[in-house]
């Protein structure tokens, strides 16, 4: 079975600060990866996602994320961020054989002004 | 434009009672989901529907049933509530049938509070 792991629980940064959100997989074969944000009260956004090509992808909102197949690893990057990026960051797969997405526990982002 | 819609957005009740919980998307998707997420913030695939026909329904007790008119609908009813079902519930959309390959649309969520 899939499973995704997010070992940051809450990371708190001033603005401006570089941000690096970590995300590992378990499944070995073809997977799709994505990065959901949820701001406070509102519902999942989609951030940035991967299917193939490009390992490096660009989302919205300034955000970035490489997938590194050897470390089945999908960081989540932005070199500056603003008080506006505090929110909850999911990191999510699903593989050919898994007709469904499986989300990590999720990193709370606390930007400070 | 709402592209996926759920009601109500909060939903308050006593134990034993019996809810539901409505939702709908006006992008034409083929695939409905619903997730619940716990007080951790902790996301989990309860049921997948594809053009009506159930196609994912993770170990979820029967209490709870989802229902689909129609493919732009899909509808979570539960009965019997208890006090472990308060959580967020989370609808989602996303377009063909293969659902593995697609984004997901979600939902503002159902803030479920069992008293």
């Known amino acids: 079975a899939q499973s995704v792991s997010q070992h940051n629980h809450h990371v708190i940064l001033s603005e401006a600060a570089s941000l690096e959100l970590g995300c590992n997989y378990s499944?070995?074969?073809?997977?799709?990866l994505f990065w959901y944000v949820q701001y406070p009260g509102q519902h999942l956004q989609l951030l940035l996602k991967?299917?193939?090509?490009?390992?490096l992808v660009k989302g919205i909102k300034g955000f970035e994320a490489e997938f590194i197949k050897s470390k089945f690893s999908f960081n989540l990057r932005k070199p500056s961020v603003q008080w506006s990026d505090t929110a909850e960051y999911f990191c999510?797969?699903?593989?050919?054989?898994?007709?469904?997405?499986?989300f990590g526990s999720g990193t709370q982002l606390t930007v400070l002004p | 434009d709402t592209a996926v819609s759920q009601t109500p957005k909060y939903l308050v009740t006593q134990m034993g009672n019996d809810k539901s919980i409505k939702c709908e998307q006006n992008?034409?998707?083929?695939?409905m989901y619903w997730y619940k997420q716990d007080s951790k913030k902790f996301l989990k695939i309860m049921f997948s529907?594809?053009?009506?026909?159930?196609?994912i329904n993770e170990t979820v007790p029967n209490r709870f049933s989802p229902k689909s008119p129609d493919k732009a609908h899909l509808n979570l009813h539960i009965n019997s509530l208890e006090l472990g079902d308060s959580a967020v519930y989370f609808c989602?959309?996303?377009?063909?049938?293969?659902?593995?390959?697609?984004?997901?649309?979600f939902g503002p969520g159902t803030r479920l509070t069992v008293l």
């Open positions: 999510a797969v699903n593989s050919g054989s898994a007709r469904q997405l499986t």
């Open positions: 991967y299917f193939s090509g490009d390992p």
């Open positions: 989602a959309s996303s377009q063909g049938s293969l659902a593995e390959l697609d984004e997901q649309f």
């Open positions: 529907y594809n053009n009506k026909e159930l196609i």
């Open positions: 992008l034409g998707h083929d695939t």
């Open positions: 499944y070995g074969g073809t997977v799709n």
